[in-house]
Nanobody, 133 residues
């Protein structure tokens, strides 16, 4: 099982980035009920869940704090890649962004409401996003 994030970088406020989470070593399609989520952690702050997507049915969730600017999607054409499109970047979006997989259930908003991130079983190493003002 491996999750590899990419796409981070240094951008000016107002710009856009598309983060990628390339997942391998497990099934992520309609045959199973799993979720891949995106999380971020800024220096000195707690980890924050921002979005998730289900393997079955494509259900998605985006946190209210980023709704309207963050969009999650997935592509299973060859490998499983989950994207996080971030538009209208703000300096407060500066953080390390991680993706993670929940093998036990699809995308559950309550896991984000209650910060139940430990139900996500495997995590990537993260990609740094830095937004300059």
């Amino acid at each position: 099982v491996q999750l590899v994030e990419s796409g981070g970088g240094l951008v000016q406020a107002g710009g856009s980035l598309r983060l990628s989470c390339e997942a391998s070593g497990f099934t992520f399609d309609d045959s199973v009920d799993r979720a891949i989520g995106w999380f971020r952690q800024a220096p000195g702050k707690e980890r924050e869940g921002v979005s998730c997507i289900s393997s079955s049915g494509g259900n998605t969730y985006v946190a209210d704090s980023v709704k309207g600017r963050f969009t999650i999607s997935s592509d299973n054409a060859e490998n499983t890649v989950v994207y996080l499109q971030i538009d209208s970047l703000k300096p407060e979006d500066t953080a390390v962004y991680y993706c993670a997989v929940d093998f036990q259930s699809g995308c559950l908003p309550q896991a984000f409401y209650y910060r139940q991130y430990d139900q996500y079983d495997r995590w990537g190493q993260g990609t740094q996003v830095t937004v300059s003002s």
